[in-house]
């Protein structure tokens, strides 16, 4: 073995060990997962649903729990869908699968005007189709394969947009009101998927087949945020830790947090006030096991000017 080759078998062992100890975390912090579950995976052909099925099949070998998985992918019927793909792959993983073809590209195509995005009613009628499938195959729980990126670019599209604080849940009821969904990608970065998916050479369908147009929001969004991860180290893992650690009491949404009583009897809330103090920010360092940079706790470097 070359030590190219040994460097390269390194890394990617190193990646897989964290994509796994992030699935690993998400299901555990939120419960996603519990004995008896059958899981359905849902799967696209892009990268993110087959890295979903792959860990989810490791860690199924190794959990001390059991559960099933089945995955399901749905064929639109858009054209050239290369419907031999997913079969040939799943076959030869020797898991448990259905194909479901139902021919939205045509319902789709035929109600919305040439020209306009066609997002919305495909992913309506696709929610409707895959919430049907998990009830036909007695489904506990359906997986969806939305990763770190995906919560923090629908977290500034609704903040941008729709003037919510909100993003996508790692684990969540159906609109219909009958399944748990979960997310269990919900700690990974995009770019780790894409190197294992890279690595693995999973065999991947491309997603424009239906011939609509990207969301053009969502994408420069991603620009921005992938252009932060490069200029500012350390920026979009501070963000993405701040979902995960949120003050209402420092926020100003009145219906969740009580104000209204809040008198000087009430005691310092969640630390008081910073308003007549300098702000500070944690300085950064990269950490070793993981390339990225990581805030000690104790060691904060005061900002003098923020622009
Ligand atoms: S990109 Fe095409 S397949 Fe995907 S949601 Fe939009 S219309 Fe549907």
Known sequence: M?????????????LQKRLRRNVGQAIADFNMIEAGDKV???????????AMLDILLNLQAHAPIKFELVAVNLDQK???????????????????????EEDTYSIVTDKIPEGKTTCSLCSRLRRGILYRTASELGATKIALGHHRDDILETLLLNMFHGGTLKSMPPKLVS????HVVIRPLAYCKEKD??????????????????????????????????DWDKRFPGRIESMFRSLQNIVPSHLLDHQLFDFKTIDSHSGVIDGGDIAFD???????????????????SGERLQVIEIK
């Not at 359905?40 to 087959?50: A, F």
């Not at 858009?78 to 479901?100: K, M, S, T």
């Open 2 to 14: 070359s030590v190219q080759t040994a460097k390269q078998v390194y890394n990617f062992n190193k």
């Open 40 to 50: 359905m995976v849902c799967l696209s052909g892009g990268k993110d649903s087959y």
């Open 78 to 100: 858009q054209p050239g869908f290369p419907e031999h793909v997913l079969p040939a792959y799943l076959n030869e993983l020797g898991v448990d699968y259905r194909i479901v």
């Open 175 to 178: 609109d219909n009101g009958k």
């Open 193 to 226: 998927l894409v190197r294992y998916a890279e690595a693995k050479a999973f065999p991947i369908i491309p997603c424009n087949l239906c011939g609509s147009q990207e969301n053009l929001q969502r994408k420069a969004i991603k620009t921005m945020l992938q």
């Open 278 to 296: 300098t702000p500070a920010l944690p300085s950064r360092f990269v950490d070793e096991e993981d390339d990225e940079p990581q805030i000690p």
